[in-house]
């Protein structure tokens, strides 16, 4: 059964700094693309970042870029972080993790879906 359980989340100054974990089980973790997702209160749900450690992308929508790194460690097997700095009030959403059955980044939708984690922002 594939899991993905988010952590991490809190309230934080604009300004500051969190690192969300995404914990993957239950599927071969390099052979999926790993992405973070999410939602502010009342819209929609926008992808945010996402990696593939087989083929070596990451992507970033532009309202993150500079600001947010996706990364995974080679001494934490199945484990993906979202290092957000410099946050900012419109960064405030419940922050998702998710797989798809791709290597790739682009292209085919995410499969799999995380409980999510709250970040608040307060400015």
């Known amino acids: 059964e594939v899991q993905l359980v988010e952590s991490g989340g809190g309230l934080v100054q604009a300004g500051g700094s969190l690192t969300l974990s995404c914990a993957a089980s239950?599927?071969?973790?390099?052979?999926?693309?790993i992405g973070w997702f999410r939602q502010p209160p009342g819209k929609g749900r926008e992808e945010v970042s996402c990696?593939?450690?087989?083929?070596?992308?990451?992507?970033y929508v532009d309202s993150v870029k500079g600001r947010f790194t996706i990364f995974t460690v080679n001494t934490a097997k199945n484990m993906v972080y979202l290092q957000m700095n410099n946050l900012k009030a419109e960064d405030t959403a419940i922050y998702y993790c998710?797989?798809?059955?791709?290597?790739?980044?682009?292209?085919?939708?995410?499969?799999?879906w995380g409980q999510g984690t709250q970040v608040t922002v307060s400015s």
């Open positions: 239950g599927f071969t973790f390099d052979e999926r693309a």
């Open positions: 990696i593939s450690s087989t083929v070596g992308d990451t992507t």
């Open positions: 998710a797989a798809k059955f791709s290597s790739w980044c682009r292209g085919s939708d995410f499969t799999s």
